[in-house]
């Protein structure tokens, strides 16, 4: 037998193999926006689940068919002073790495665009199974635009994606603020690929079947070398991309928990700069 539970927080659905699938919404919106209300919702919503027993894995989707995740609310960021903006970023923090400390596997199926805190989200999962292509059949964007407005990611965006692909590929990446293709993903994204949003489900529960519970996907590498082999990536310099490279760098020698640290002071600095100003509130006025 299914079990459907809909609270005020967000859905979720045991199903007869324990699976639990666990839907972020958009809370009236047209599409998922990260922001306070959804991340409170989830934090509620772990609760419950945490107290189910027996549970096999958990497979994170979106119930819009448009996007996963679009990102944050960069209007609500933006209206908070620095010390709310630190607390805000600590508290997703906190409820995010509740899912990749679940004791059992669990993964992300990205079934439209994925970004900055979407991407995130997605990465805390141990993995991520995305569809080629949306519901209207067309390739969308992931990835962690955020160094194009002029700031950094914020909830370990600079440490998880070194984590999964290749270091210099994702500090490029994150630096610039350039996105992938989900038709053109680097390698080690993704656990699996499907053709269709319609084959997210049974792949990721195929895919849980056959797993693991995982250490946290965090940067694992701590060595000068790596290092250095992923920071003497050609870039453009910018105060972003300086950002990045001292979040990675921090990641690498310090540990996860540091990295992140810094990528969030980063953040907040960032948000001063005339850089990020200019094109903050370009961005903030289409809205």
């Known amino acids: ?51 189910l027993t027996d549970i096999k894995g958990l497979m994170l ?7 996963f995740v679009a990102g944050a609310d960069l209007a609500e ?22 899912i990749a400390n679940l004791p059992y596997p669990t993964v992300a ?6 970004l900055g805190g979407g991407l995130e989200i997605a990465m805390h999962c141990q993995g991520i199974i995305a569809s080629t292509t949306n519901a ?17 990611p914020g909830w370990g965006g600079t440490q998880m994606l070194p984590a999964r692909i290749d270091p210099a590929a994702a500090l490029q990446a994150t630096a610039t603020g350039t996105t992938f293709m989900s038709n053109e993903l680097p390698e080690g994204l993704c656990a699996d690929m499907v053709e ?20 946290e996907c965090i940067i ?15 870039l453009e310099p910018s105060e972003a991309a300086n950002a990045v490279l001292l979040a990675y760098k921090t990641g690498v020698e310090q540990g996860y928990a540091a990295g992140v640290s810094i990528e969030q002071c980063e953040l907040v600095k960032l948000r001063h700069t005339p850089t990020a100003r200019q094109r903050l509130e370009a961005f903030l006025s289409k809205g």
């Open 61 to 67: 989707k979106s119930d819009c068919e448009r996007v």
């Open 196 to 215: 269709s949003t319609g084959e997210l489900d049974n792949a990721g529960l195929e895919w849980l079947a056959a797993q693991s519970k995982p250490d």
């Open 136 to 152: 209207k059949g067309k390739p969308y964007p992931i990835g962690l635009p955020e160094a194009g407005l002029g700031i950094c």
């Open 220 to 234: 694992s590498v701590n060595n000068d070398a790596v290092f250095a082999n992923a920071a003497n990536v050609d």
């Open 1 to 51: 037998m299914h079990t459907l539970t809909e609270q005020q927080s967000l859905r979720f659905e045991v199903s007869d193999n324990a699976i639990v699938t666990l839907w972020l919404d958009g809370g009236g919106r047209p599409v998922v926006v990260l922001d306070r209300h959804l991340i409170q919702r989830l934090n509620t919503t772990l609760d419950e689940i945490e107290a």
């Open 77 to 98: 960021i933006d209206a908070l002073d620095d010390h709310g903006l630190h607390g805000y970023l600590a508290f997703g923090t906190t409820v995010f790495t509740r």
């Open 109 to 114: 199926l990205i079934n439209g665009a994925a």
